[in-house]
């Protein structure tokens, strides 16, 4: 038996230090420093993970692959960039990418602990 996208996203996540994990109305949220670094949302059905990237990226990644990236709604114009995720998700390059936005949210004091 697999484990489902979102325990594998969420085992990511709280590997990272200092990481907690918020219950919202439309799933899970990571934080670090009271600052959100990674949404797990729902999309037409399918698993999705919200990330802060650096600027530029979320071009590339969206030019680059569009059935796997999109641009989220209210945070994308902010620099964040949409993961779909499923069975073929690529978790090497999902959790460097967690970790990139974890790395640009989070401060340098909670990245050490």
């Known amino acids: ?57 979320q071009t590339v990644l969206v030019g680059s692959d569009p059935e796997r990236f999109f641009v989220p709604p209210y945070v994308g114009p902010k620099g964040w960039v949409g993961l779909h995720l499923d069975d073929g998700t690529d978790w090497d390059e999902a959790a460097a990418l967690v970790e990139r936005s974890y790395r640009l949210i989070a401060p340098r004091r909670a990245q050490r602990s």
């Open 1 to 57: 038996m697999s484990i489902p996208p979102t325990e594998t996203l969420r085992r990511l996540c709280l590997a990272l230090p200092n990481v907690t994990e918020a219950t919202m109305k439309r799933g899970p949220s990571y934080r670090v420093g009271g600052r959100i670094f990674a949404w797990e949302r729902q999309a037409e059905g399918c698993a999705t993970v919200w990330l802060k990237v650096p600027e530029g990226l």
